[in-house]
């Protein structure tokens, strides 16, 4: 008999790869989009359609809302999210990429304002010299 902590339990369960805290901010980033979409989703769509991922604020909070009842239940089966089974984890990624897509135009957005900061001060500074 082992005693690894990567060992299947007696329901043939192994630890989650994804343990901890990181379940648990997926399930807040599902909430807070959901929340998002549903209360300014139709002004992201007027001014920011990239976070609504083309003017989709019905789409982007419905993937949100799938990836939530999805983690809503396997938190539960898993104990929260300590251990799983292989259907188990193919369900958790599949939540995890329905966050992410739902996340991406946000994502998009931050990610351009970085770089476009970081772009400008470089040229300011180069500018200086």
Do not use: C, N, Q, Y
Request: aromatic content about 8%.
């Amino acid at each position: 008999m082992t005693t690894s902590s990567t060992a299947p339990s007696a329901d043939g369960r192994r630890p989650s790869p994804i343990r901890g805290w990181r379940p648990w901010l997926f399930v807040l980033l599902d909430v807070m989009a959901v929340a998002w979409m549903t209360t300014a989703g139709g002004w992201f769509d007027d001014r920011f359609a990239v976070i609504t991922l083309g003017g989709h604020h019905h789409l982007v909070a419905a993937l949100a809302a799938t990836s939530f009842v999805i983690l809503a239940g396997l938190a539960g089966s898993t104990r929260g999210f300590a251990r799983a089974s292989g259907p188990e984890l193919g369900l958790l990624a599949v939540a995890v990429v329905l966050t992410l897509v739902a996340w991406a135009g946000l994502l998009i957005l931050v990610l351009l304002v970085v770089l476009g900061g970081t772009t400008l001060g470089l040229l300011v500074k180069l500018a200086r010299r």
